[in-house]
């Protein structure tokens, strides 16, 4: 599921910076270089320019990547641990959620983060399932309560 959400934020990625407004395009020389405390710099200062749901997006992907590649990242003067990107990615999931509640990819990349966490994540593939018409997961993944 990892290789999924990894893999799915690669697509996204491309699919922003092929819209370029955004903060993955702006601040992506310190994603190649893997400087994860000045690409959340950049990517917050970009955040708050736009306050564009994709840079929330963005984030939250980038978030995904830092918590497979460090264990801990300095932000703004402290120590973010891996645990809290999780957290930290589902803040910006709901934040995108709230801007654009039809943006059903969200709703999947949530889910594959709320699975990780070890917290259900029906919900979210049943949002996904209904936006799409895609339901293969949710009807798999979910048993019984995608009768309800």
């Excluded at 994603?31 to 320019?49: P, Q, Y």
């Excluded at 029906?122 to 993944?141: A, I, R």
Aim: glycine share 2%; aromatic share 10%; net charge negative.
């Amino acid at each position: 599921m990892l290789k999924k959400l990894v893999f799915l934020s690669l697509i996204l990625i491309i699919h922003l910076h092929a819209n370029s407004q955004n903060a993955c395009s702006n601040c992506s020389e310190y994603s190649l270089s893997e400087n994860w405390s000045k690409l959340l710099d950049c990517l917050d200062s970009e955040i708050k320019k736009t306050d564009h749901h994709f840079d929330f997006l963005c984030r939250a992907n980038i978030y995904g990547v830092i918590f497979e590649n460090a264990d801990s990242v300095l932000f703004q003067s402290k120590f973010i641990k891996k645990e809290e990107f999780q957290k930290l990615a589902l803040y910006d999931l709901d934040i995108v959620i709230q801007k654009q509640p039809t943006f059903a990819v969200t709703y999947n990349i949530r889910a594959a983060v709320k699975k990780v966490m070890g917290i259900d994540y029906c919900e979210d593939l049943k949002m996904f399932c209904n936006l799409t018409q895609n339901c293969e997961e949710y009807e798999k993944k979910c048993g019984d309560e995608s009768k309800k």
